[in-house]
């Protein structure tokens, strides 16, 4: 039976951490502030919104929320992130994305509005440039980083491991395998086009899955001796959720193969995806830092 990694674990390590920080912070006169943009009543905006308030008052971090209509305009939108930009109170921007339909073409040159230096979430260039080169020019996306937290918490040494990342995107597949790189992990990551995925992941020692495929990572995929990290989170209509009807969230991995094989597996609820809150509000925290350098 597999070790679960179970992000609540990490999550208490992190928060305590954190506390202790934000009250530094605020002992020299530095309250750590998060704003969030919301354009509409989108649920799962919502929904993370209310995570993000809990986990930010939890901490010690004060939120100040711009809630803007669905029908925003482009402009209105670009003078509430230069906004946040010129507020020197405010240390970290959550815009919620994707943007409202008529937005969307536009929404790489809205988001780069936004100071690096205030992107918590990942949403500029140049965070995303830091991630490639290893520099200090914003953060990380949330959820790789939360990867990371997660090895470390449970002590998985990347040094000299073979690293096998299943999925390319900008937004976990492709920051992860940067990640793991600046760990000095041998990397490889594997795409729709890749030729014997199975193969290529069974040679991992830490295998991150990141297809967002429901039932993708099969038992033909791991051996014994390795950790799996299941980003995604998928809807399983045949899964039964905790009020015993049908339908919950689960992850790429077929849990019930998978787990007896591997050495470690983080669960699909209950793993990374619980983690990336608190990792948002450790970015808010780390900014408020920086402006004390």
């Given at each position: 039976m597999?070790?679960q990694?179970?992000?609540?674990?990490?999550?208490?390590?992190?928060?305590e951490?954190?506390?202790?920080?934000a009250?530094?912070l605020?002992?020299?006169?530095?309250?750590?502030?998060?704003a969030?943009?919301?354009?509409?009543?989108?649920p799962s905006?919502l929904s993370y919104?209310?995570?993000a308030?809990?986990?930010?008052?939890?901490?010690g971090?004060e939120v100040q929320k711009?809630l803007?209509?669905?029908?925003?305009?482009?402009?209105?939108?670009?003078e509430t992130?230069?906004?946040?930009?010129r507020d020197?109170s405010?240390h970290?921007?959550l815009?919620f994305?994707?943007?409202p339909k008529?937005?969307?073409?536009?929404?790489?040159?809205i988001?780069n509005?936004l100071?690096?230096?205030?992107?918590v979430d990942?949403?500029?260039?140049?965070?995303?440039a830091?991630?490639?080169t290893?520099?200090?020019?914003?953060f990380?996306?949330?959820t790789p980083?939360?990867?990371?937290e997660?090895?470390d918490?449970y002590g998985?040494?990347?040094?000299?491991?073979?690293?096998v990342?299943?999925?390319?995107?900008?937004?976990?597949g492709?920051?992860?395998?940067?990640?793991l790189?600046?760990r000095?992990a041998t990397?490889?990551?594997?795409?729709?086009k890749?030729?014997?995925?199975?193969?290529?992941?069974?040679?991992?020692d830490?295998l991150?899955?990141a297809?967002?495929?429901?039932g993708?990572l099969?038992a033909e995929?791991?051996r014994?001796g390795q950790v799996?990290i299941?980003v995604?989170i998928n809807?399983?209509?045949q899964k039964?959720n905790a009020?015993g009807?049908?339908?919950?969230i689960?992850?790429?991995?077929?849990?019930?193969?998978v787990?007896p094989i591997?050495?470690a597996?983080?669960?699909?609820?209950?793993g990374?995806?619980?983690?990336?809150?608190?990792?948002?509000?450790?970015?808010v925290v780390?900014?408020?830092?920086r402006?004390?350098l």
């Open positions: 597999a070790k990694l179970l992000g609540k674990e990490v999550t208490a390590a992190m928060n951490r954190l506390q202790s920080r009250a530094a605020k002992e020299r006169g530095t309250a750590p502030k998060l969030i943009v919301r354009c509409g009543e989108n905006d919104e209310k995570g308030e809990s986990r930010a008052a939890l901490i971090v711009f803007l209509p669905e029908d925003v305009t482009k402009e209105t939108l670009v992130i230069e906004a946040i930009n020197r405010i970290g921007c815009l994305r994707p943007l008529h937005l969307r073409a536009d929404q790489d040159e988001c509005h100071a690096a230096a205030k992107d990942c949403m500029t260039d140049l965070s995303n830091g991630v490639f290893g520099k200090q020019l914003g990380a996306p949330c980083q939360a990867c990371m997660i090895l918490y998985v040494d990347c040094k000299g491991k073979l690293a990342v299943i999925g390319r995107s900008l937004v976990v492709r920051p992860a395998a940067m990640m790189m600046e000095n990397v490889t990551i594997c795409h729709t890749t030729v014997n995925t199975p193969e290529i992941a069974r040679s991992a830490i991150v899955t297809a967002g495929v429901l993708s099969t995929y791991v014994p799996v299941d995604s809807w399983d209509e039964r009020k009807g049908r339908g919950a689960a992850g790429d991995a077929v849990f019930s193969e787990e591997v050495e597996i983080t669960p699909v609820p209950g990374v995806g619980s983690v990336t809150t608190s990792v948002l509000i450790g970015h780390e900014a408020a830092e402006t004390l």
